[in-house]
C-alpha cells in the first residue's frame, strides 16, 4: 500500500504543486474525548449514583446542539420536554438533565426526523474517499469488505460527521441484498445511484401539480372570439371580443355584467377592437381600435369617457402601468414593428380635460397631434423589431419594456422607455427632430421613428421568432415560445443562450405564464388547423415537465383565443368556443382531514424488524416502504407484478430481501430498499393466484413456500449459488391436494369458533406471541380483542373467549393485521387505501402518510383520543340514540313470526342490538360445522371471499333455501289497542325527539 501518494490540489490557480498525503485507512483516529476534569462515579448512601464532571466547554456545545435541535422540534416533543422540565443549581445537576435518558431519546429521535438515512448526508468528497478506500484494499488482495471492516472504513470517510455503527449497519444490510456478509464497491455504487435516483424522483412527486380536470366549462353567448382576458384586485375577471362586446365574470366564471361599447354605424364599417388593458388606478379601460384610435371607458358601467385619436398605425398590443402618484404610461405595439410611449403626468387633470373636449361618434376626441402638444404628455416612439408586435409589457420592477416578434433577429428586446442619458446621443437626436421638423414649433412626431442605442436595449435572437413570453423578476428569469414549439428560458442579461429549453409540445406554443408562488411554468400550444391544445406545468427549478393534459380530457372545444392565469385564485381561464377554468391542485389534493397510505385498496401490509420498516402493498401493485418509527415515507416501486395485485409478502430471514406474491400467480424476490427484482418464482403450467407465503429456513436449507387457488402447496430453493432469474417449484406429491383442501375443514380450532363471534364476517386475524391474545378484524373495520390463555388447551370449549375490547379501525374491510409483540402495537390495513398503527389497547398512534411525524416510544405524539377523521362521520360509527337501546323498533316486530313464546321472552332472549360490542351466537357451532361438512366448495375454485369484497360484490342468497347461516327469527305481531296514550318522554331529561314534538305541536 502507498503511504505517500502524490495528489493534486483542486485549487482555483490551477498550480502544479504536489503534497504527500496518507493511506486513508491509516489515518490516526480522532479521540473524541477533550481534556476534561473527569471523577469516577461514587454510590450514595441512598443507592443513587453521582455523575461524572463535563467541562463548560462541552456543557456549552450540548446547549447549542440542543437549542439547535429545538428549533425545530414538533409541538408534542416541546410538551413532552416541558414536563420533565427542572431548575438547575449546579453543574452536577444540569448533567443529571441532560444525561437523562429520555432527554438524549427525544434528542435523538429529533435528529432521526431531521437528517434522515446515511447514505443522504455523504458528499462527493467523501464519495471520493470512499472509492479510493476500496481500492487500497482491493489492490491487498480484499476485494470484498464485511460489516466490521465496511464500518471502519465509512467512519474513516464520513470523519467528520458522526456516524453510529446502527446507521453504518443498516446501510450494509441494504447493499448486500443477497445476504452473502460481503459488498463490493460496485454493489455500493449501484446502491447509491439508485438511492439518488430515488431522492429525484420522491421530489418530482413533492412538486407535481395538475389541474382539476375536466375543466369548469360555461357557455356565452355565440359572438366574436375573445381578445384578451385580464383580472381585478378581487379576481374578477375582465374579457373583450372583437365586436366590442365587454365584460365581467366572477371567479367561478359566472357573468356579472356585459355591454357592446361600439355603436352601429350607419352605412359604415363595423369598428373592431384589437387589444385591451386595465387602467386601475382611474378605474378606466383602454380600448385599440381598428380605427387607430385609444378610448378610454369607464369601469363601473362602460360608458366613453374620451379617446386618443389618429395614430399613425394600428395599435396591436396595449399595456398600462402606473410610475408614480398622478403619473402613468401607456404602451402600444403596431403592426410595423414600434413600440410606442405615452408619458403621462397629471393624469387626473388631463383626463378631465379631455372628457370636456368636443365629441366624434359619442365620444369626447383629441388627436395624438394635439395630445403631444401638452406639457403633461410625452410621446416616444422606437423602432424595435422587423415584424409587428407580438406582445409588450412594461416592468416597473426593472425600469424596461419587453417586446416580443416573429422577425428572428429581434424575436424579443429588453428596452428602456426614454432613451440614452449620453449627451453627444442627445444632441444628436435633437439635431436630426430639427431637421425633420423643418423648423416647426413644439413638439412633433417624427416620420422616421428612431432605433434605440445599443447600450438601451438587449436583443434576444430566436428561431422562427417568439410569439409569447413571460417574466419573473423573483426567478430572474424569462420564458419564451413560438412557432418552433420550443420554450426557452433566458435570463434577462444573457441574450447569448438560453438557460434551459422545454420541449414537449407538438404544435406552436400560444401562452406562457409564470407561478412565482410555485415556482412553475404554465404553456399552452394549439393548433389551429385541428384546433388541439396542450396544457402543460413545468418546474422552474429541474426544468422538467409535471403535467401535461389534451383538449379532450380538459373538455375544452374550439380554437383558442385568449389564456390568464389569476394567482389569487390559482387558476387558469381559457376562451374558446366556450369559456373554461382549469383550477390548479396538488397532487393528491389537500385534504386537511383524510389521510390515506395509499391511492388504491391496501391488500397486505408487514413489519420488518431487522430495519424497523414497514411495507405496504396496494391493489395496483404499488409496494411503499415507511419508516415505523414516525410513519414517513420513504420510498416505493410500481408494478411489482406488471399491475397485478400484490396478495401477500414476506421476507427472508435477514429481513433484506422482500418476497410478493401476486394475482399473476408470480413470486417474486425484491431487494426492497432500492426496487430491484432479484428472482421470479414460478410454475410452467397456469398459474392461479398466490394467497399467501412463507420463508422456512430448516437446518442449512431455505426455502420459499406458498399457497394459492391451485390447491397445491409450492416449495422453492433460496440459493445464493443460482443465477437463474426464473425459478421453478420443486415437484409436488398428490398428499398436497388432500391436505390443502381437508385440513382446513376438519380441524377445529378456538380461531374458528372465534370467527362466528361477531356479525360481519372476519377479514383477518392475528395473535400475540404468547398466545394470550387474539385480535380479529371484520368486514366493517371493526378490530375485536379476545383473551385465549389457557383457553381450549385441554378439550374444545363450548363457550367463546372472553371478550376483552373493541374498536373501529376502518371504514371498510380490514385486510390485514399483524401484532408487533417488540413494540406492544398493532398494525392494520384495509381497502379503504391506509395503513395503521394502534397500540394493543386500541389507542390511535396514526396512518402511515401522515404530515405529522410520531415517535413510537411517546404516546403524547400519538393521536389519541382523536380517531381518524373518516371513522369520526361514518354513519355506522355514530352512537346510538338512548331512546333506540331500550325497546326494539317497529320493524323488527312486523318481521317476526308467531310463536308461544311471549314478546318480552322473545325480546330478552333474541334482542338485536346495533352496537357489535355485545356479540351474540344463534347457531350452535355443531350445526355450523355439519353445515360446513356437507357443503361442497368445487364450484368456488379460483374465488375467495376477500377477492370478492375488494370488488364490492354483494352475492345473493343461495337459491337452495335458508340454511343455518341465514336463520330468521319471526314472532307474531302484537295487536295494539286502538286508543292510547302518548308517552310521555320528558322524563328521560333533554330528548330531541321530544322537544321536535312540542315544537310542531
Not at 356579472?256 to 388593458?277: C, I, L, Q
Not at 370636456?356 to 422606437?382: D, H
Not at 438560453?498 to 400550444?525: N, Q, W
Not at 437446518?699 to 402447496?713: E, L, T
Amino acid at each position: 500500500m502507498a503511504l505517500r501518494k502524490a495528489a493534486r490540489p483542486r485549487s482555483a490557480s490551477g498550480k502544479l504543486e504536489t503534497f504527500p498525503r496518507g493511506s486513508i485507512l491509516n489515518e490516526p483516529r480522532e479521540s473524541t474525548a477533550k481534556t476534561e476534569a473527569s471523577f469516577q462515579r461514587a454510590q450514595t448512601s441512598l443507592g443513587g449514583s453521582r455523575f461524572q464532571a463535563v467541562s463548560p466547554v462541552s456543557l456549552r456545545s450540548f446547549s447549542e446542539e440542543a437549542r439547535e435541535e429545538s428549533s425545530w422540534l414538533p409541538e408534542w416533543l416541546e410538551k413532552e420536554l416541558l414536563k420533565g422540565q427542572q431548575r438547575s443549581h449546579s453543574i452536577g445537576l444540569l448533567e443529571n438533565i441532560l444525561e437523562h435518558e429520555g432527554f438524549r431519546r427525544h434528542i435523538d429521535s429529533v435528529k432521526s426526523l431531521r437528517k434522515g438515512k446515511i447514505e443522504q448526508q455523504v458528499t462527493l468528497e467523501q464519495l471520493q474517499k470512499l472509492n479510493t478506500a476500496f481500492q487500497e484494499l482491493e489492490k491487498n488482495g480484499c476485494k470484498s469488505l464485511d460489516i466490521e471492516k465496511f464500518k471502519q472504513v465509512m467512519k474513516k470517510c464520513m470523519a467528520p460527521h458522526k456516524t453510529s455503527d446502527g446507521q453504518i449497519q443498516k446501510l450494509f444490510m441494504k447493499i448486500d441484498c443477497a445476504a452473502t456478509g460481503r459488498i463490493q464497491w460496485d454493489e455500493f455504487c449501484t446502491y447509491m445511484q439508485l438511492e439518488y435516483a430515488e431522492q429525484g424522483m420522491s421530489a418530482a412527486r413533492l412538486k407535481e401539480l395538475t389541474f382539476s380536470l375536466p375543466a369548469v366549462i360555461e357557455e356565452r353567448s355565440h359572438g366574436e372570439p375573445v381578445l384578451r382576458i385580464c383580472s381585478l384586485f378581487d379576481n374578477t375577471l375582465v374579457m373583450t371580443q372583437e365586436d366590442g362586446v365587454i365584460s365581467f365574470w366572477s371567479p367561478q366564471l359566472k357573468l356579472k355584467r356585459s355591454k357592446m361599447v361600439f355603436e352601429k354605424p350607419v352605412n359604415k364599417k363595423s369598428k373592431w377592437a384589437t387589444d385591451f388593458t386595465v387602467m386601475t388606478h382611474y378605474n378606466k379601460l383602454i380600448l385599440g381600435t381598428g380605427d387607430r384610435e385609444i378610448q378610454l371607458y369607464e369601469m363601473s358601467n362602460f360608458e366613453p369617457y374620451c379617446q386618443i385619436s389618429g395614430l399613425e398605425v394600428i395599435p396591436l398590443k396595449l399595456d398600462y402601468c402606473c410610475t408614480d402618484p398622478d403619473e402613468c404610461m401607456i404602451l402600444y405595439g403596431d403592426d410595423q414593428g414600434c413600440v410606442n410611449i405615452l408619458l403621462l403626468s397629471s393624469v387626473g387633470e388631463l383626463l378631465r380635460m379631455w372628457k370636456k373636449l368636443p365629441k366624434a361618434e359619442n365620444l369626447p376626441s383629441i388627436g395624438i397631434e394635439n395630445a403631444v402638444l401638452s406639457p403633461n404628455v410625452t410621446y416616444i416612439r422606437w423602432k424595435v423589431h422587423g415584424d409587428w408586435v407580438t406582445q409588450l409589457h412594461y416592468y416597473d420592477s426593472i425600469k424596461a419594456v419587453i417586446s416580443t416578434s416573429n422577425h428572428e433577429p429581434t424575436a424579443l428586446v429588453i428596452g428602456c422607455t426614454v432613451g440614452a442619458t449620453n449627451v453627444e446621443q442627445q444632441m444628436k437626436k435633437i439635431k436630426d427632430c430639427g431637421k425633420d421638423s423643418k423648423a416647426r414649433k413644439g413638439p412633433v412626431i417624427p416620420r422616421i421613428p428612431p432605433k434605440r442605442a445599443e447600450g438601451d436595449q438587449t436583443v434576444f435572437q430566436v428561431y422562427k421568432g417568439v410569439k409569447t413570453f413571460a417574466f419573473c423578476k423573483k426567478n430572474n428569469l424569462i420564458v419564451t415560445g413560438g412557432m418552433d414549439r420550443i420554450i426557452r428560458m433566458w435570463n434577462p442579461y444573457m441574450s447569448g443562450q438560453p438557460t434551459g429549453m422545454l420541449r414537449s409540445h407538438t404544435a406552436p406554443v400560444c401562452y406562457l405564464s409564470i407561478s412565482a408562488e410555485d415556482a412553475k411554468i404554465f404553456s399552452i400550444s394549439t393548433d389551429n388547423t385541428i384546433k388541439v391544445s396542450l396544457y402543460t406545468i413545468w418546474d422552474i427549478v429541474d426544468q422538467t415537465c409535471l403535467f401535461t393534459a389534451c383538449s379532450k380530457t380538459s373538455g375544452i372545444k374550439g380554437e383558442l383565443t385568449a389564456c390568464h392565469y389569476t394567482p389569487g385564485t390559482r387558476s387558469l381561464c381559457v376562451a374558446a368556443d366556450t369559456l373554461a377554468l382549469l383550477h390548479l391542485r396538488l397532487r393528491p389534493p389537500p385534504e386537511p382531514h383524510l389521510v390515506v397510505s395509499h391511492k388504491e385498496p391496501v391488500l397486505c401490509c408487514k413489519y420488518n424488524k431487522e430495519f424497523r420498516h414497514m411495507v405496504s402493498c396496494s391493489e395496483g401493485s404499488v409496494v411503499k416502504v415507511w419508516d415505523f418509527e414516525t410513519g414517513k415515507h420513504l420510498f416505493e416501486f410500481s408494478g411489482a407484478h406488471g399491475g397485478a395485485a400484490i396478495t401477500c409478502l414476506t421476507f427472508d430471514v435477514s429481513g433484506r430481501r422482500l418476497i410478493t406474491g401476486g394475482r399473476d400467480g408470480c413470486l417474486k424476490i425484491w431487494n426492497y430498499n432500492n426496487g430491484h427484482c432479484l428472482n421470479t418464482l414460478k410454475r410452467e403450467d397456469k398459474c392461479a393466484e398466490v394467497c399467501d407465503c412463507t420463508y422456512v429456513e430448516v437446518n442449512r436449507s431455505r426455502y420459499i413456500i406458498a399457497v394459492g387457488w391451485d390447491r397445491r402447496i409450492s416449495m422453492y430453493f433460496d440459493s445464493a449459488d443460482d443465477l437463474h432469474h426464473f425459478q421453478k417449484p420443486q415437484p409436488y406429491w398428490q398428499d398436497d391436494i388432500v391436505l390443502s383442501t381437508s385440513g382446513v375443514c376438519s380441524v377445529e380450532s378456538p380461531l374458528q369458533q372465534a370467527s362466528y363471534l361477531v356479525k360481519s364476517h372476519i377479514s383477518s386475524i392475528a395473535v400475540t406471541a404468547d398466545d394470550s391474545f387474539i385480535y380479529a378484524a371484520d368486514d366493517d373495520g371493526y378490530v375485536y380483542v379476545y383473551s385465549i390463555k389457557d383457553y381450549a388447551l385441554q378439550d374444545p370449549e363450548r363457550e367463546p373467549p372472553k371478550y376483552v375490547n373493541h374498536w373501529r379501525a376502518h371504514v371498510n374491510i380490514v385486510v390485514s393485521v399483524e401484532v408487533v409483540d417488540e413494540e406492544k402495537v398493532l398494525l392494520s390495513s384495509s381497502i379503504d387505501c391506509t395503513v395503521r398503527l394502534w397500540s394493543l389497547d386500541g389507542e390511535y398512534i396514526g396512518t402511515f402518510g401522515q404530515a405529522e411525524p410520531w415517535e413510537i416510544f411517546t404516546p403524547a405524539s400519538w393521536k389519541h383520543p382523536r380517531v381518524p377523521y373518516e371513522i369520526l362521520i361514518d354513519p355506522q360509527s355514530m352512537p346510538i340514540h338512548p331512546m333506540l337501546e331500550g325497546e326494539p323498533p317497529v320493524l323488527q316486530l312486523i318481521n317476526t313470526e308467531p310463536s308461544n313464546v311471549t314478546l318480552e321472552n322473545s325480546l330478552s332472549k333474541h334482542e338485536v342490538s346495533y352496537n357489535p360490542k355485545l356479540p351474540q351466537v344463534t347457531n350452535p357451532d355443531l350445526d355450523i360445522k355439519e353445515e360446513i361438512n356437507q357443503r361442497s366448495y368445487a364450484q368456488a375454485l379460483g374465488k375467495r371471499l376477500k377477492q370478492e369484497h375488494y370488488k364490492k360484490i354483494k352475492r345473493p342468497l343461495a337459491p337452495g333455501g335458508q340454511n343455518t347461516y341465514h336463520i330468521i327469527n319471526s314472532y307474531e305481531v302484537v295487536i295494539a289497542p286502538p286508543i292510547c296514550e302518548k308517552p310521555d318522554l320528558s322524563v328521560l331529561g333533554t330528548d330531541y325527539f321530544y322537544e321536535e314534538s312540542l315544537g310542531e305541536d
